[in-house]
């Protein structure tokens, strides 16, 4: 039995592998298990490594990379266990994995949450206050911080009011918060995120939009071919800019492309977006102005008439995002209720990385922690037909 | 560490619990484990299963039911359990369980099988020749086997080739067979399925259509809120249908809804579908128009102009197919290379119960499988934006 439970647990590993790098950490748990194998479980232990270029040191009883390093290396404070640096790059060709996340708390529940880290040292940062808004300010290429992968419906957002700022689950009325399905739609049509460093100031009144800011970092939506995972630190180029009105409040919206996706050198600008994705500023533009119509309330507005601004306008707005978060970090005194501890900045606000760590670890390790079940999956999956007037 | 491996299989599966029922069978797995436990993992166990009104016997070592019943009863074929059948129906109280799944080989490959069983016996049957047609004939209400579940991309099929016609992945030029996202589409977008019992004879020349049949049960795309499993065999009833031409062949798909949809009630006619689910119509017509252009397709064609015909014309297409179907099962010799194998049929094509489980039991049971990779998600995930002349 013992057996089965280590090939069902592999074998449930195995399938997320495609899907969740990260799930490979998780593998230290069983790979520490197999020391008492017969032939064919070696075997099928060393098929299980293979796709990752290392082999089982049954002696050893650990898995080594293809030049005899040790695939795991302890001690990481989630699992016990940390991936060999070099075998998480060569894993992660596609992605520069400047960033890692560690996940606490139960999943679908309000303990959830995603904190980020330094992928080299694994120090924790808050994605807010000390990931770079620039990737490369040469090129103009942005970091994103990945909140929502698309398609999927859980309203992620990274927590302004709490220390290190890690990605939560939405709350409203005492419940997590999902959007609703609005046909032809289903959950989020990009990769929705956030940049860092930036803050749309709630007392600034925008000339544009005659609003005020939301209080939140500037939203991105990511519209390259990839679904990206919550917590991800990815490379975007900006493209234009569409102005919500959500309530009453500013809520620009940042359209960007990946600059690994396969038409990034062709997007420069919004126009090239209608050109070769046709219809889906469209679809922005009414997923944005229904999507809370299931939920009882009014359609959204946009100012521009809902058009797309563009990249230059795009740029210039998150600058402007980018001095108010400024001022905010650099204030003399914080009079606002936003959580600004940051583990790099040299502000009033810098924690050491003890502390840091300390507040990770005051919330229980997800490797340990069960799933919560999804309330009602089916109200989450029902599809509403909205039509406006 | 023997406990953290539990916890973490436990999650894993608890995770699971919201969307797939199925699952529990392999809690048996799970269960057996849990003999040497302390009273922090007691506790545990008691609130893993007490969701389902079960408490944990540790000194049985076994699950009871709130009537002191075990809620796993030894033998099945898959796991070495089964769900006691009481608990199995208060788990799908929304569901009629008169069919549960038996999953072979390792999924996500060409070896992978959905077989088909009686809920109540166990015994197998052929999703095509043994489901009757009619789940009710007076309130025409038919039943339905859904291969794709909405939103997934696998294009699952019933094998009508092989003996007791279990789902398969269909496979083209050697690879498994995914449908591209057609932008503003995510996979199919409805569930998708065939009505048992019923055959597109590619003899006989349609006169409406004038294309020959397909060679396969008719197709079925259920419009209704929830997300089936794959393999459930659902009651519908039929409110209209399309007549695709799928590269030159006769290819219908009947638009049905769950009997027990909300919605289900009002919609009795295509019609209704236009007033209730504005554009869906549209959709489904754009949908199969367009489908294998990513694959270097041409745009396929409908009859009466795309048009979708109304409920009685469904009604009388399926019953034509079924007519055909009763020819085919009812021939003296099988001329096709279809296999007509039924556990139930009074006709030559019987077989006995020992049979058919043996057929399945020739199948490597998925429990122990180790479930593939996908070779390439992200050509999966990728949005194709088409636009026609």
Chains 1, 2 share one sequence.
Request: net charge neutral; glycine share 4%; proline share 5%.
């Amino acid at each position: 039995m013992y057996r089965n439970t280590s090939y069902l647990l592999l074998s449930v590993l195995k399938s997320r592998f495609a899907e969740k790098h990260s799930i490979w950490s998780s593998i230290g748990l069983v790979l520490r298990h197999v020391s008492t194998t017969n032939t064919t479980q070696k075997r099928f232990i060393q098929s299980f490594v293979k796709p990752i270029n290392c082999r089982f040191d049954f002696k050893h009883n650990c898995c080594l990379t293809s030049r005899s390093q040790p695939l795991l290396r302890q001690p990481s404070s989630q699992t016990g266990f940390q991936l060999n640096q070099s075998i998480r790059r060569s894993l992660n060709t596609s992605h520069t994995m400047a960033f890692t996340t560690d996940q606490r708390g139960q999943q679908n529940s309000s303990d959830y949450r995603v904190f980020i880290k330094k992928g080299d040292t694994g120090e924790p940062v808050s994605p807010w206050h000390d990931i770079p808004l620039f990737a490369d300010e040469g090129n103009r290429i942005y970091n994103m911080v990945v909140e929502i992968p698309r398609w999927t419906n859980a309203k992620m957002e990274i927590a302004t009011k709490e220390p290190l700022n890690p990605i939560k689950q939405d709350i409203k009325s005492d419940k997590l918060r999902y959007v609703r399905n609005c046909f032809p739609h289903k959950g989020y049509i990009w990769n929705y995120g956030a940049l860092p460093q930036t803050w749309e100031d709630p007392k600034h009144l925008d000339e544009a939009t005659g609003c005020k800011g939301d209080n939140d970092p500037i939203d991105v939506i990511e519209i390259g071919s990839r679904v990206a995972d919550r917590g991800e630190v990815i490379k975007v180029k900006a493209l234009g800019v569409m102005a919500l009105i959500d309530e009453g409040e500013t809520d620009w919206k940042v359209i960007a492309i990946d600059v690994r996706d396969e038409l990034a050198a062709q997007l420069n600008d919004v126009r090239d977006v209608e050109m070769l994705k046709p219809g889906l500023i469209r679809a922005t533009y009414e997923w944005f102005k229904i999507y809370k119509i299931p939920d009882g309330k009014p359609a959204n507005e946009f100012a521009f008439n809902g058009e797309a601004k563009d990249r230059e306008f795009a740029e210039k707005t998150i600058a402007e995002t980018h001095k108010y978060w400024q001022e905010l970090v650099n204030a003399s005194s914080n009079a606002t209720d936003l959580d600004l501890k940051s583990t790099t900045l040299g502000n009033s606000s810098k924690i050491d990385n003890q502390n840091a760590i300390e507040i990770i670890n005051q919330r229980q390790e997800s490797a340990k922690a069960v799933p919560k079940p999804i309330d009602d999956q089916t109200a989450i999956d029902k599809w509403y037909y909205i039509t406006l007037p």
